[in-house]
């Protein structure tokens, strides 16, 4: 199985901060990279697919970058309905794995 | 609009079996693979398994092979996890969930079921 090391494992920023979450696959996934938002109670929710494709509604203010092995997830100004933990996932191979997650807090 | 109604939460004990559901609607149902993805309390994310309706083909991360069994009725657009034998260590909300698109591009899962709370408790 590939894995995804995410990191830090929480974080408290405040609002209208730039948040950088990092995620390492444990080998080259190339481009196949997407990023999830789970609130609290709720499902989560795809936002950024193949490292850097927004999907269709999501605030352009979250982005993602990187290829291979490292990848940056990012929220380029902190608004308080972002509170809640986000995810990597790879999907380069079966089985899917998802990073540990990231605990996302205002300060 | 695509929709994923999962069955309602489970209060079960140990050595039971269970067999949780998912509804799909808004979509061909059989043109999607099925994903099960388990949450655990407090946990994070983990997929299971997966299938494609059409044929039933099924895969199974190595973890939940010998754990659970996947299934689906195309008749009704639904999509199954069961347990022959639940132990407390099932105790988790379990999602069904479906990809972005159709086909074989099943890693960007971008539909989500309300999700099914187990319980296993003596």
């Known amino acids: 199985d590939i894995q995804m090391t995410q990191s830090p494992s929480s974080l408290s920023a405040s609002v209208g901060d730039r948040v950088t979450i990092t995620c390492q696959a444990s080998?080259?996934?190339?481009?196949?990279l997407n990023w999830y938002q789970q609130k609290p109670g709720k499902a989560p929710k795809l936002l950024i697919y193949?490292?850097?494709s927004l999907r269709t509604g999501v605030p352009s203010r979250f982005s993602g970058s990187g290829s291979g092995t490292d990848f940056t997830f990012t929220i380029s100004s902190l608004q308080p309905e972002d509170i809640a933990t986000y995810y990597c996932?790879?999907?380069?191979?079966?089985?899917?794995?998802f990073g540990g997650g990231t605990k996302v807090e205002i300060k | 609009e695509v929709q994923l109604v999962q069955s309602g939460a489970e209060v079960k004990k140990p050595g039971e079996s269970l067999k949780i559901s998912c509804k799909g609607s808004g979509f061909t149902f059989t043109s999607y693979w099925i994903a099960w993805v388990r949450q655990m309390p407090g946990r994070g994310l983990e997929w299971m398994a997966m299938?494609?309706?059409?044929?039933?083909?099924?895969r199974y991360s190595p973890t939940f092979r010998h754990q659970v069994t996947i299934s689906a009725d195309k008749s009704s657009s639904t999509a199954y996890l069961q347990w022959s034998s639940l132990k407390a260590s099932d105790t988790a909300m379990y999602y069904c969930?479906?990809?972005?698109?159709?086909?074989?591009?099943?890693?960007?899962?971008?539909?989500w079921g309300q999700g099914t709370l187990v319980t296993v408790s003596s």
């Open positions: 193949d490292t850097s």
């Open positions: 969930a479906r990809p972005l698109y159709s086909g074989n591009d099943y890693g960007l899962i971008a539909y």
């Open positions: 299938i494609y309706p059409s044929d039933s083909d099924t």
């Open positions: 996932q790879q999907y380069d191979n079966l089985p899917l794995t």
């Open positions: 080998q080259d996934i190339s481009i196949y």
